[in-house]
């Protein structure tokens, strides 16, 4: 195995045993296969659509499959020999429109030990070029995000055909011997189409759930049996708050699912009773403590004990083998009845952290609703400058800089924040500016578009470039849809972005340089030294 596909990667260069991630060899190389198949997909779609015989579906197959090898997402070798089997199946229903085709678009296995041979030899090391590896994978690692944001608009019944098919454009192109600007241009379309993926799930989001209104929520716990939803997935917390109604069943929010609070939709449910614990890594000792079962509905889930392992359920495209799963009928229901059966049994939720209220829901129509007082404050200098400090959380070390560098922030800054990444800094109690949090959660990783719909809009109230802005990008990333999120903000036009804490392993050397040379990109460094340059006096 090799794969160097997020920032925990194996001494920052790749893991090739195992994955730090918990992610075992054998399932590192049918996750390498099944990518190589959606390769082999897509050339032979695009080909057959410039034909009008193409595949509509494959697309969705395409996405759904990408959503699946994103880190913590799924560890279950079961559900990836099925998906490539279905891979195989999907390609081979697409008629063949030429004669030499591309190995990933004919290969096939007669037995399954042929699987396993082949998935040892298709992955990330079979490009031998260092720098076309760094713009094939950047490229593939944009599309695994798109593919996640595009699959939670999708479930929501917002789609736009487009997507799909740069998809499948960009996978077909890793086949291909293009030239670096080529490829250099196809990264770089990715992060607009990351934009447009963006801006649809904040319209289906918002147009499902309402718009979200800044909202305190509570981390204390309740005297009653509960279940924990984590992961990205609201229309999942929608149908759990629905069928946990009236069952004297409470549910809490994990991770990522904290911004739900903020939406209209949630709000005046009286068993969502608010967030437990802090970001994914902290899963092992929060989920013990919880008692009652959990639903994990996107990444991150990390390997669990065996203590607590009979009460974690996955949905979707999450997977761990021996963990019980629930599938959507044809219809999209789920039906949750086990786990809340299960939390019945289970004894309440135990108290963690210092039980001080969080607050979300500073998504773009609620902030904007505060321009006035927040231009004023600019205006009048009450506000110094804004850090955006989006993106992940993370178990390393090196993430304490982040804590450090809110702490260090002088009062007259405010954070604005999306992702997990806000876990550090948002139970800090660093409070307002005239009634304006310091820090503004906008909500998910998959709600970054707040953060341009906001910069934006500040620009346009100023009359000055994007750039110009007093904005400073802070950015921690840790996997693949952070990736993303970076290179929307790239095909925006924002210069001098600082992420870290490491660099990508997958960014070689040169395509390092081309970054630093057009963007500006750099490197966290100490907080002391990127407080000067992040917020200058
Ligand atoms: Fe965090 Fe995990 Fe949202 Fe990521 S929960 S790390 S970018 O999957 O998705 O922010
Ligand atoms: Fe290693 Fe990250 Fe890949 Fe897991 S996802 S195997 S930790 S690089």
């Not at 893991?15 to 296969?33: M, Q, S």
């Not at 500073?362 to 110094?384: M, Q, S």
Request: include cysteine; charged fraction near 25%; aromatic fraction near 8%.
């Amino acid at each position: 195995m090799f794969c160097y596909q997020c920032e925990e990667t194996l001494n920052g260069k790749g893991c090739t045993k195992k994955g730090i991630c918990g992610k075992d060899e054998g399932t590192a190389n049918l996750i390498d296969l099944l990518i190589y198949l959606c390769k082999g997909i897509s050339v032979r779609n695009m080909a057959a659509m410039e034909k009008g015989a193409g595949n509509p579906d494959a697309g969705t197959f395409i996405m759904d499959s990408l959503f699946t090898t994103l880190t913590n997402v799924n560890f279950d070798k079961d559900r990836y020999y099925q998906l490539i089997n279905e891979a195989i199946a999907v390609r081979d229903s697409i008629p063949k429109t030429g004669d030499a085709e591309h190995d990933a678009c004919t290969w096939k296995p007669k037995e399954k030990s042929e699987i396993e041979e082949k998935a040892k030899v298709v992955g990330v090391l079979s490009t031998d070029n260092e720098d076309v590896r760094s713009l094939r994978e950047l490229l593939v690692y944009g599309l695994k995000g798109v593919s996640a944001y595009y699959h939670h608009a999708a479930i929501l019944g917002f789609t736009d055909d487009e997507i799909p098919v740069f998809v499948q454009k960009g996978l077909a192109s890793t086949l291909k011997d293009l030239n670096v600007d080529e490829m250099t241009g196809l990264v770089l379309e990715c992060g607009g189409v990351g934009v447009k993926t963006l801006e649809l799930l904040d319209r289906a989001h918002t147009t499902t759930f309402g718009k979200p209104e800044i909202t305190t929520v509570k981390t204390t716990v309740r005297d009653r049996p509960a279940i924990l939803i984590s992961g990205h997935d609201l229309l999942d917390l929608k149908m759990l708050l629905e069928q946990t109604k009236g069952t004297g069943v409470d549910v809490y929010t994990h991770g990522e699912m904290l911004p739900a609070h903020g939406y209209p939709a949630f709000k005046g449910t009286d068993n969502l009773v608010g967030n437990y614990g802090r970001s994914w890594w902290h899963q092992k000792e929060e989920f013990e403590s919880f008692n009652g079962p959990v639903l994990i509905t996107t990444n991150c889930i990390v390997p669990p004990k065996d203590s607590y392992k009979d009460r974690v359920y996955t949905t979707s495209v999450v997977g761990y083998p021996g963990l019980k799963h629930i599938k959507a009928d044809e219809k999209g229901y789920k039906d949750f009845s086990a786990i809340i059966e299960h939390a019945k049994k289970c004894s309440p939720p135990e108290a963690v952290g210092n039980g001080s209220d969080l607050i979300t829901g500073c998504a773009h129509d609620a902030v904007l609703a505060l321009a006035g007082p927040v231009t004023d404050a600019i205006k009048n200098g009450a506000i110094r400058r804004f850090i955006v400090m989006a993106g992940c959380d993370g178990r390393h070390r090196e993430r304490e800089y982040y804590t450090e560098f809110a702490k260090a922030l002088p009062a007259d800054t405010v954070i604005l924040t999306a992702g997990c990444a806000k876990y550090r800094y948002n139970s800090l109690g660093l409070g307002d500016i005239g009634g304006i949090p310091r820090v503004l959660d906008a909500g998910q990783c998959n709600d970054s578009y707040s953060l341009v719909v906001i910069a934006k809009a500040l620009a346009e109230a100023f009359g000055v470039d994007i750039n110009e802005l007093p904005v400073s990008y802070n950015i921690a990333w840790y996997e693949q849809k952070a990736v993303l999120v970076l290179l929307a903000l790239l095909n925006l036009g924002i210069k001098n972005i600082t992420i870290g804490p490491v660099l990508p392993a997958f960014v070689s050397p040169a395509v390092l340089d081309v970054l630093v040379k057009n963007f500006g990109l750099g490197k966290n460094s100490t907080v002391e030294d990127d407080l000067k340059r992040m917020v200058p006096k």
